[in-house]
């Protein structure tokens, strides 16, 4: 029996983020500073519908999540992606820092919540927690 396969490392595969706000600097400013080397942006959504049409084409790990969106907000957002997708990790990016609101997003299935306006560092901090968590 060849000891080959036990030599080999197990190179996993970035986790796939898809970024939420309905604010175009904050989803290009997400994009460029989230640091983290096992994370690959492979989408962007400007409100909740549009966030759906994204999920289901680009299968993601990791969402961030604006609450206050057009169309269909954070919180009824992550419902529904939750329930697509059980495991996804939701980070709330929100500048709302009323506490029930969090709770609420926690209670539909988010894992983590950040209040705008953040640091790069504190962005990185609060992935990096999120998927420590996983």
Do not use: H, W, Y
Not at 47 to 69: K, L, Q, S, W, Y
Request: charged content about 25%; overall charge negative.
């Amino acid at each position: 029996m060849s000891s080959f396969a036990a030599e080999v490392p197990c190179l996993m595969p970035p986790l796939r983020l898809l970024i939420v706000d309905d604010s175009n600097v904050m989803r290009r400013r997400i994009e460029r500073s989230q640091r983290l080397a096992q994370l690959q942006v492979v989408g962007t959504a400007r409100d909740g519908r549009e966030a759906i049409e994204r999920f289901i084409e680009t299968d993601p790990d990791v969402v961030t999540m604006d609450i206050t969106m057009p169309n269909m907000n954070g919180i009824e957002c992550v419902e529904e992606l939750v329930r697509m997708k059980p495991g996804v990790l939701i980070l709330i990016v929100s500048a709302l820092a009323d506490k029930a609101t969090a709770v609420e997003a926690m209670e539909k299935g988010a894992n983590g919540f950040l209040n705008k306006p953040f640091t790069d560092r504190q962005l990185n901090e609060a992935l990096q927690e999120l998927l420590g968590g996983a």
